[in-house]
């Protein structure tokens, strides 16, 4: 399962790494963040299939730009170690100068906050002395299986003091998506309560979801179904309930509704179900879609920069003073990269030190720390002492 899972990180950042090759010179400019392993022209043209080739051309220059990204930032400069010869991130050994040099935090949930329903260690205090010292907060998720108002109540319920508006779940990305661009149809969901609840408050009309997820189809012979031609948008999210029936309905919608709109919460493809495997993500529900209709999905949530801008834009935030904080290599740490922004990887979720610094990784953030209590100060790194 591991080779699985990260043979798809791979293809996932080189696919991301490609798309955001376009806005490199734009984010290097705005952020003084050098873009230089994305420029060549021969990086945008490949295909995700090109992975192979992006290894062996982007190897040389890891150590380039990281130090030149050290070097733009003078602030920064004396929260890193010294570059190891891997070129991998280092750890973050002076967390005060990371604080003094971003407004706003970004936490991923999962495996940063939370593992489950059990709150890690020091969040509490973490979050406390952040919020002292003036910085804003936020925290995304890619899982859109609940609202944001849901995600309210588990935090709550773990005892942390978060208001609506500090969270943005991948299900409220995507009704925000349609409702900025003025959507007036219907939406049929593939997902579950979350995106309803979602799209309930935008005031998007909406059918399919959990009563969908018994139905199933007569297959008679002549047999044929019938769908709504007002349906103006499919949005597909993790649904534990996906069955034939609702693939076909998505299918006609998206196949015979002229116009009709593709749009994923997330791409993810496995999530974390119980701890004991790796469970088929989001995007086996998107790639089923994918399959039936030959069309590509706009992306909502993480690593598409939609909810970054939109998070920038709503507060007026400059996403160079931004720190993303994740646990994921190919959604949390690639979706502050591609926003231009600060990344921190935490080692308390999915990716351990041996995945980080692996050769075959090549998504590599500003620094890694054990868990987000590493900001409170110093600690040794992970693998060097308990
Ligand atoms: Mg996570």
Known sequence: MQSVAKSGALRTGAGALLQGAERSDSLAKSTGRPFAFLRSSSYLRQGQGGAAQLHREVAPLKSQPRQASRGAATAMAA????????????YLDDPASLIDSVKTFIF????????GESLIDGVPETLDKLR???KKLIFVTNNSTKS?????????????SVTEEEIFASSFAAAAYLKGIGFNKK???????????????????HLGGPEDGQKTIDLSPGVMMEHDH????????????????????ATLCLRENPGCLFIATNCDAVTHLTDAQE???????????KGSTKKEPFVAGKPSTFMMDWIAKSYGIDKSEICMVGDRLDTDI?????????????????TNLKTLQSPDNHIQPDFYANQISDLLGAKAPAGVAA
């Open 79 to 90: 929260a890193v170690s010294a570059p190891e010869a891997t070129g991998a991130a280092p």
């Open 108 to 115: 991923d949930c999962d495996g940063v906050i939370w593992k």
């Open 132 to 134: 002292a010292a003036g």
């Open 148 to 160: 944001r108002k849901q995600y309210m109540k588990k935090f709550t319920d773990l005892g942390l």
């Open 187 to 205: 939406a049929y969901i593939i997902g579950e309560v979350g995106i309803q609840k979602e799209m309930d408050i935008a005031g998007i009309s």
């Open 230 to 249: 007002d349906v103006g948008a499919v949005v597909v999210g993790f649904d534990r309930y996906l069955n034939y029936y609702k693939l076909q309905y």
């Open 279 to 289: 469970w088929a993500g989001g995007g086996s529900m998107v790639g089923a879609i």
């Open 334 to 350: 690639l979706f502050g990269q591609n926003g231009g922004c600060r990344t921190l990887l935490v080692l308390s979720g999915v």
